[in-house]
């Protein structure tokens, strides 16, 4: 099983990115697929999570109104696009599953990608 988080980059203030997330030896359908991202010093956050099912979704209120997850199951991928991106949003942007549904919390997903790093700086 392997997820990779792709996408991430520098961008300046109010610039948009979409982050992916690939995964292979599963299939996402029976996954619930979640972003978290870790910020220099700090702990890693939830930010994201999506219902591989129903497409039922979560957002941490950092990116409630910026963040859009979605998915493509024909491709087993999950998508975060991001917009207005702030310097606060800096951080590594990991992807993670879990076979429970709606989670928020690092301990309750099974699999996790390796990583993107987002840079918003001027």
């Known amino acids: 099983v392997q997820l990779q988080a792709y996408g991430g980059g520098l961008v300046q203030p109010g610039a948009c990115l979409r982050l992916?997330?690939?995964?292979?030896?599963?299939?996402?359908?029976?996954?619930?697929t979640g972003w978290f991202r870790q910020a220099p010093g700090k702990e890693r956050e939830g930010v994201s999570c999506i219902r591989g099912t129903d497409g039922s979704t979560y957002y941490a209120d950092s990116g409630k109104s910026r963040f859009t997850i979605s998915r493509d199951n024909t491709k087993d991928t999950v998508y975060l696009q991001m917009i207005s991106l702030k310097p606060e949003d800096t951080a590594v942007y990991y992807c993670a599953a879990n076979k429970w549904g709606i989670r928020t919390r690092n301990y309750e997903y099974e699999y996790w990608g390796q990583g993107t790093l987002v840079t918003v700086s001027s």
């Open positions: 992916s997330c690939a995964a292979s030896g599963l299939t996402l359908d029976y996954y619930a």
